[in-house]
């Protein structure tokens, strides 16, 4: 299983950034898709997941912010992020919930 991330960047504060993550391997379509994420010097976080049927949850920093979605043809999962805050700022990474699949994650910088 292969999981790769892309789409993140620099941007500033208020700016918006869509990040990809494509698996390869299996089919996510059974599987709850999780985004999470690692600030410097800090802990992985959850930031959010969205389950086979389509349901979402997320963290509450980026509620209203955030969007995640899923296209099962292509093997993808996405987050759409609006708002960004320099508190964003972190590495993204993208998995199958439950399972150890991590890829190398997409840098999102936000800051003017």
């Known amino acids: 299983v292969q999981v790769v991330e892309s789409g993140g960047g620099f941007v500033q504060p208020g700016g918006s950034l869509k990040l990809s993550c494509v698996i390869s391997?299996?089919?996510?379509?059974?599987?709850?898709m999780a985004w999470y994420r690692q600030a410097p010097g800090k802990e992985r976080e959850f930031v959010g997941w969205?389950?086979?049927?389509?349901?979402?949850r997320y963290e509450d920093s980026v509620l209203g912010r955030f969007t995640i979605s899923r296209d099962n043809t292509r093997n993808t999962v996405y987050l759409d992020m609006n708002t960004l805050k320099s508190e964003d700022t972190a590495v993204y990474f993208c998995?199958?919930?439950?399972?150890?699949?991590w890829g190398q994650g997409t840098q999102v910088t936000v800051s003017l």
């Open positions: 969205i389950r086979p049927n389509g349901d979402i």
């Open positions: 998995t199958i919930d439950g399972f150890a699949y």
């Open positions: 391997g299996i089919s996510v379509s059974p599987y709850t």
